[in-house]
């Protein structure tokens, strides 16, 4: 795979993980506004959030027909 696609794909995927992150910490602050600490997601909750996000991304770039998403 060439390098520039693997820089891509990090660069989602940090974009998706900040994403998912605050939505989470958003929530949480919703939610619980008395506590201080952040939400301490599942591995199946992360995961959960970020493939919202990527399936967001998904439908925009579906939507526009770019050649390369993001």
Known sequence: MPKMNLQN???MQDIIHTLASDLAARSWALLSPQTV????LSPEEYF?????FYRVEL???????DESPG
């Open 9 to 11: 794909m990090r660069r």
């Open 37 to 40: 600490e952040g939400p301490v």
């Open 48 to 52: 959960r959030f970020c493939r919202a």
């Open 59 to 65: 439908f925009f770039y579906a939507v526009r027909g």
